[in-house]
């Protein structure tokens, strides 16, 4: 077993993204090595310029409930999650991108934001590293 | 030669007290001693944890009037 934390980032919603990134840094923080795999509607986060755009998961109200809560996060200082994805790379975090889910959706890799993903793969790299890990969340 | 390195965190809300805390231990050399200052209440237990695993030393957890300075030796 290793010091390390990896999680799957299928959800595309924007609070679920927010639980990824803070587990993710704080894991970090914490001395642990972490990586995130990127599948579905996760990897959509991923293109360029969509990193916030995901939808609530509850209560979305057409992005009126996303608005109220961006305000509220705005109130109580949350790092946007810009911030947090900076943050966790800077912290040396490694971000997966499934290839599967790139070829049902369509998505290339100039599509996604490349400067942040460390590699395009499939479960088998997942498997191997979650094995290892202490810490495996499916997000 | 030790380096004092501070860390404001005033204001600032979780994780980033534990994460900036984080970016200082990555940046520090061996003998130099981190001051993190906050507000965020949960932190100041948090920080601590953070240097325990990571093996560092916990100088002092002090509360000054409304906010906590932690001091860490690397």
């Known amino acids: 077993m290793e010091d390390k934390a990896t999680l799957i980032v299928e959800s595309g919603d924007y609070d679920k993204l927010y639980s990824a990134f803070i587990i993710g840094n704080g894991a970090l923080s914490m001395g642990m090595d972490v990586s995130m795999y990127f599948t579905f509607w996760g990897l959509e986060r991923l293109k360029k310029g969509q990193l916030d755009k995901g939808p609530l998961s509850k209560m979305n109200f057409l992005g009126l409930g996303k608005l109220y809560m961006k305000w509220k996060m705005k109130k109580a200082n949350v790092r946007s999650l810009e911030d947090m994805l900076q943050d966790y790379v800077e912290l040396g975090g490694k971000i997966f991108a499934c290839d599967m ?7 290339d890799k100039e599509d996604l934001r490349e400067e942040v993903i460390t590699e395009y793969c499939a479960v088998g790299t997942y498997i191997k590293e979650a094995k290892e890990s202490e810490i495996t969340l499916y997000i | 030669m030790a380096n004092e390195i501070k860390v404001d965190c ?22 130099d001693i981190i001051t993190v200052t906050g507000d965020h209440s949960a932190s100041k237990k948090e920080i601590p944890m953070a240097v325990e695993s990571m093996g560092l030393e916990l100088v002092s957890v002090e509360e000054i009037n409304d906010h906590w300075e932690i001091k860490i030796k690397v």
């Open chain 1, 101 to 107: 889910t790139m070829d049902i959706m369509g998505i």
């Open chain 2, 10 to 31: 005033l204001g600032e809300n979780c994780p980033v007290p534990l994460v900036e805390t984080r970016k200082a231990v990555r940046k520090a050399e061996k003998g």
